[in-house]
Protein backbone atom coordinates (compact mmCIF):
# COMPACT_ATOMS: atom_id res chain seq x y z
CA UNK A 1 0.00 0.00 0.00
CA UNK A 2 1.79 3.74 -1.37
CA UNK A 3 0.87 6.55 -0.17
CA UNK A 4 0.72 8.55 -3.49
CA UNK A 5 1.19 12.60 -3.57
CA UNK A 6 0.19 14.07 -7.17
CA UNK A 7 1.36 18.04 -7.21
CA UNK A 8 -0.60 19.84 -10.29
CA UNK A 9 1.46 22.94 -11.70
CA UNK A 10 -0.91 24.48 -9.75
CA UNK A 11 0.64 23.83 -6.71
CA UNK A 12 -2.19 21.73 -5.42
CA UNK A 13 -1.16 18.39 -4.21
CA UNK A 14 -4.00 15.19 -4.23
CA UNK A 15 -3.71 12.43 -2.16
CA UNK A 16 -4.54 8.71 -2.54
CA UNK A 17 -3.46 5.21 -0.78
CA UNK A 18 -3.69 2.57 -3.55
CA UNK A 19 -2.13 -0.94 -4.30
CA UNK A 20 -0.28 -0.29 -7.21
CA UNK A 21 2.01 -3.24 -7.97
CA UNK A 22 3.12 -1.64 -11.49
CA UNK A 23 4.90 1.01 -9.40
CA UNK A 24 7.51 -1.73 -7.54
CA UNK A 25 10.83 -2.09 -9.84
CA UNK A 26 10.17 2.22 -11.33
CA UNK A 27 13.19 4.14 -10.50
CA UNK A 28 13.10 7.84 -9.72
CA UNK A 29 12.21 10.28 -12.59
CA UNK A 30 11.07 7.45 -14.34
CA UNK A 31 7.55 8.08 -16.57
CA UNK A 32 4.25 5.95 -15.70
CA UNK A 33 1.02 5.90 -16.43
CA UNK A 34 -1.94 7.01 -14.48
CA UNK A 35 -3.64 3.44 -15.45
CA UNK A 36 -0.41 1.70 -13.66
CA UNK A 37 -2.02 3.36 -9.93
CA UNK A 38 -5.61 2.86 -10.59
CA UNK A 39 -8.25 3.06 -13.64
CA UNK A 40 -9.93 6.55 -12.21
CA UNK A 41 -6.39 8.05 -13.57
CA UNK A 42 -6.61 6.30 -17.47
CA UNK A 43 -4.79 9.17 -19.72
CA UNK A 44 -2.65 10.84 -17.56
CA UNK A 45 1.50 10.62 -17.62
CA UNK A 46 3.26 11.26 -14.44
CA UNK A 47 6.79 11.38 -13.03
CA UNK A 48 8.18 9.60 -9.96
CA UNK A 49 10.09 12.97 -8.47
CA UNK A 50 11.21 11.03 -4.90
CA UNK A 51 9.96 8.41 -2.43
CA UNK A 52 10.74 7.69 1.52
CA UNK A 53 10.33 4.72 3.31
CA UNK A 54 8.19 3.85 6.07
CA UNK A 55 10.85 4.98 8.70
CA UNK A 56 11.33 8.43 6.67
CA UNK A 57 14.54 7.42 4.33
CA UNK A 58 14.62 9.73 1.47
CA UNK A 59 15.04 7.76 -2.28
CA UNK A 60 17.58 9.67 -3.51
CA UNK A 61 18.89 9.46 -7.43
CA UNK A 62 22.45 9.02 -6.20
CA UNK A 63 21.83 5.08 -4.70
CA UNK A 64 21.46 2.59 -6.82
CA UNK A 65 19.36 -0.72 -5.45
CA UNK A 66 16.53 -0.94 -3.15
CA UNK A 67 17.73 -1.22 -0.05
CA UNK A 68 19.43 1.27 3.06
CA UNK A 69 22.76 3.14 2.07
CA UNK A 70 25.10 5.61 3.49
CA UNK A 71 26.19 8.32 1.42
CA UNK A 72 28.01 11.48 2.32
CA UNK A 73 26.02 13.99 1.70
CA UNK A 74 26.41 17.85 1.68
CA UNK A 75 23.20 20.21 2.57
CA UNK A 76 20.22 19.75 0.52
CA UNK A 77 18.34 16.45 0.04
CA UNK A 78 18.91 13.93 2.86
CA UNK A 79 20.89 16.39 4.91
CA UNK A 80 19.56 19.63 6.49
CA UNK A 81 20.48 19.30 10.22
CA UNK A 82 22.38 21.72 12.15
CA UNK A 83 25.62 20.16 13.31
CA UNK A 84 26.46 19.73 16.89
CA UNK A 85 27.71 22.49 19.14
CA UNK A 86 26.99 24.77 16.52
CA UNK A 87 25.05 27.39 18.80
CA UNK A 88 25.13 30.52 16.18
CA UNK A 89 21.66 30.60 14.91
CA UNK A 90 21.02 29.40 10.88
CA UNK A 91 24.97 29.50 10.49
CA UNK A 92 26.22 26.69 8.85
CA UNK A 93 29.85 25.67 8.29
CA UNK A 94 30.80 25.90 5.04
CA UNK A 95 32.14 22.29 3.21
CA UNK A 96 30.33 20.46 6.23
CA UNK A 97 29.42 16.81 5.17
CA UNK A 98 27.95 13.94 7.32
CA UNK A 99 27.45 10.42 6.28
CA UNK A 100 23.29 9.99 6.20
CA UNK A 101 21.35 6.90 5.54
CA UNK A 102 18.92 7.28 2.27
CA UNK A 103 17.37 4.55 0.32
CA UNK A 104 18.24 3.41 -3.11
CA UNK A 105 16.66 4.79 -6.19
CA UNK A 106 14.25 1.73 -7.19
CA UNK A 107 10.71 1.36 -5.90
CA UNK A 108 10.80 -1.61 -3.86
CA UNK A 109 7.07 -2.80 -1.01
CA UNK A 110 9.37 -1.11 1.45
CA UNK A 111 8.57 2.04 0.36
CA UNK A 112 5.44 3.91 1.79
CA UNK A 113 5.36 7.50 -0.12
CA UNK A 114 5.71 8.28 -3.69
CA UNK A 115 5.61 11.85 -5.22
CA UNK A 116 4.49 12.42 -8.74
CA UNK A 117 4.28 15.16 -11.29
CA UNK A 118 2.18 15.31 -13.90
CA UNK A 119 3.32 15.31 -17.00
CA UNK A 120 0.57 14.85 -19.43
CA UNK A 121 -3.29 15.27 -18.09
CA UNK A 122 -5.81 12.83 -19.29
CA UNK A 123 -9.71 13.32 -20.18
CA UNK A 124 -10.87 14.15 -16.64
CA UNK A 125 -9.86 16.66 -13.85
CA UNK A 126 -8.20 16.04 -10.85
CA UNK A 127 -10.52 17.46 -8.56
CA UNK A 128 -13.20 15.78 -10.22
CA UNK A 129 -11.11 12.51 -9.04
CA UNK A 130 -11.05 14.17 -5.91
CA UNK A 131 -13.75 15.39 -5.02
CA UNK A 132 -13.72 15.37 -1.23
CA UNK A 133 -10.30 17.12 -1.54
CA UNK A 134 -11.00 19.89 -3.42
CA UNK A 135 -12.91 22.25 -0.91
CA UNK A 136 -10.92 25.47 -0.04
CA UNK A 137 -8.77 25.32 3.51
CA UNK A 138 -11.76 27.51 5.55
CA UNK A 139 -14.16 25.37 4.60
CA UNK A 140 -12.29 22.05 5.60
CA UNK A 141 -11.34 23.15 8.75
CA UNK A 142 -14.86 24.55 9.55
CA UNK A 143 -16.34 20.88 8.84
CA UNK A 144 -13.20 19.06 11.14
CA UNK A 145 -14.11 21.31 13.90
CA UNK A 146 -17.40 20.53 13.94
Not at 27 to 45: A, F, M, P, R, V
Not at 53 to 66: I, L, P, Q, R, Y
Not at 78 to 99: S, V
Not at 117 to 146: H, M, R, V
Amino acid sequence: MFKINISEKTGKTFKLEAEAEGLVGKELHDKINGIDITSDLTGYEFEITGASDKAGFTAMADAEGVGLKKLLLGYGKGMHIKPKGNKKKGKRPNGLRLRKTVRGKVISPAISQINLKILKAGSKKLAEIFPEQNKPKEEAKSESSA
